[in-house]
């Protein structure tokens, strides 16, 4: 197998920043992006959850909202000590680490349902985002140093197209299982007598089967990543330790680093503020018009073009700066927000629904283009770029408030100034000068 080409000298060459020959390391990607399908899935779900808890527990955007909050601010608290324990225990024992904590989280679903406790069900999604954060610090830069890092970007895209391919497959399974219990409804009016004639704990109960059957599938990862042969990387070389331990903010120094993870922060919430207002936008009568369940299919449509664009952006970046090509992509995502903003009727519904194409290479280009010559700063970088991802708990949160207080519509401005920001980055942010540094 692939990992009994790797020897200690070549995990330490990795770990430093040096570049090594792609064609030795097709298998551990193959297996990475199982990882990538499976985080992007269970991230989705959470726009199906929302509109469904939202009802049941009659709450308003502000109140459900907290479910991305909960998830999202699992990175803000878990990121850095995750970051440390990968630097211990190496990227693939940390992958093992971070599905069986996901696996807990799904468990936690079930005893959330029973109860019926929307407490119970924020702190589900706040475990089950905590084995994902580990997963996260573990499997991007694992597949950034597999190979040169000329075509980082490039490679990263087009594993995280399959983190795309989880999306879009995931409202249809979330449509399917979690919103079954109700019986076709015409309209947004009959959907809602249709889940109030079902008590709390009839409601909730629907989640328990879809999170049981992700449990299962996360402890089956699990296992197989426990035994695979793959490339010992992401330890911290202890010949070097006391320059880590003793300048522990290195990384912080790094001006595209810092700048980075502001466009990670913006990044995902603008991506997981439009994707958790979809189905109550695309309800809205002057919009789509559509039923809930009806709405949920169309995320798909959303999480779908940013699949298709991950794959034509990993062909597109071997040739043309990825920096540019982030701007392209966030210049017209603003275009594609301000319609859906000023318009109305299926302009304003498409319109929202494509920015999901422009997302597609956004996440990964940022998170490589951050963490380009930070060596063995690298571990740390990449911790500081997850913990970023609270963007996701912060921004909708804010949205939600905007969406109480002005409507759902111009709520949406918050993510326009999000893409403003990633444009900005991709033409300047991402080239700011490093400090020179004597390794």
Known sequence: MAGATFDASTQSSVVNGVPHQPGNYRFALIALTSLFFM???????????IPYLKNMFDLSYTQAMLVQFCFFGAYFIVSIPAGNLVGKIGYQKGIVTGLIIACIGCLLFYPSASLASYDMFLFAFFVLASGITILQVSANPYVSTLGPASTASSRLTMTQAFNSLG???APFFGSWLILSTIEHPDSVTELDQ??????????ASTVQLPYLILAAALFLLATVFMFLKLPLLGKKDPN???????????????PHLVLGAVGIFVYVGAEVGIGSFLINFLTQDDIGGLTESQAAKYIAYYFGGAMVGRFIGALVMQKINAGKVLAFNAVFACLLVATAIFSQGTTAMWALLLVGLCNSIMFPTIFSLALQDLKQYTSQGSGILCLAIVGGAVVPLLQGMLADSFGIQFAFVLPLLCYGFIGYYGLIGCNAKRPNESI
């Open 194 to 203: 249709a889940i109030a004639t079902l008590t709390v704990a009839e409601q």
């Open 39 to 49: 985080w992007g899935f269970l991230t989705c779900l959470n726009d199906i959850l």
């Open 167 to 169: 999306t879009t497959v």
């Open 240 to 254: 070097k330790s006391h320059q880590t331990d003793s300048d522990s903010g290195s990384a912080w120094r790094y």
